[in-house]
């Protein structure tokens, strides 16, 4: 149990006040900045002449991390991150069609399509169940995926690859469910 001095209290209700105000604040402008956000793809979409049949501009079709990294040079004097990702995928682009790589190139395609295809199985695992309650599926599923992570630490552990420990993140919800009593 948390133990705090009086003074403290108040000081960390303050700071609680006055925090949960600001993300008050933060959610409304959230809340603008997609309706500017969605507002700017569809002036883009109709600028770019992206339509769909009836000629209606197609605004889920503008990448806003484009149009962001765009702002960001034209109008923020910020390096353009996406300009340097295509000059390397061009360098990227030109070591894959050498022949030298061909053999390299073919081997991962095919664990990548070998990958698909166990994506698919495991989809259709879940279709042949007939009498099994949607909401215990969801569950056996849940288990087998949880199982899938740590079968795949285990084997990447094995075949020396290093993985990076997820935190142990216990201790700070339990200072966190103490402190919502405590400041509540």
């Known amino acids: 149990m948390v133990m705090l001095e009086p003074n403290q209290i108040v000081e960390a209700k303050e700071l609680l006040s006055r925090l949960n105000n600001l993300y008050i604040e933060r959610a409304d402008m959230e809340v603008f900045k997609k309706i500017r ?3 700017l793809k569809y002036e883009i979409a109709s600028e770019c002449e992206i339509f769909d049949k009836e000629n209606n501009p197609l605004p889920n079709k503008i990448k806003i991390a484009l149009v962001l990294a765009c702002i960001d040079e034209l109008f923020k004097d910020k390096e353009n991150k996406k300009n340097a990702e295509l ?12 022949e030298e ?12 399509e070998e990958l698909e295809t166990n994506a698919l ?14 909401e215990v599926l969801q569950a056996v599923s849940s288990i087998a995926k949880e199982n899938f992570k740590v079968i795949k630490e285990k084997k990447m552990v094995e075949a020396g690859f290093e993985i990076k420990q997820e935190k142990d993140c216990t201790e700070a919800i339990a200072l966190q469910e103490q402190l919502k009593k405590l400041l509540s």
Request: with cysteine; hydrophobic share 40%.
């Open 37 to 39: 956000e969605n507002s």
């Open 87 to 98: 000059s390397l995928m061009k360098d990227y682009k030109k070591a894959l069609l050498k």
């Open 101 to 112: 790589l061909k053999e390299f190139v073919d081997a991962y395609m095919y664990v990548l």
């Open 121 to 134: 199985d495991i989809k259709e695992s879940a279709k042949e169940c007939s009498i099994i309650p949607k």
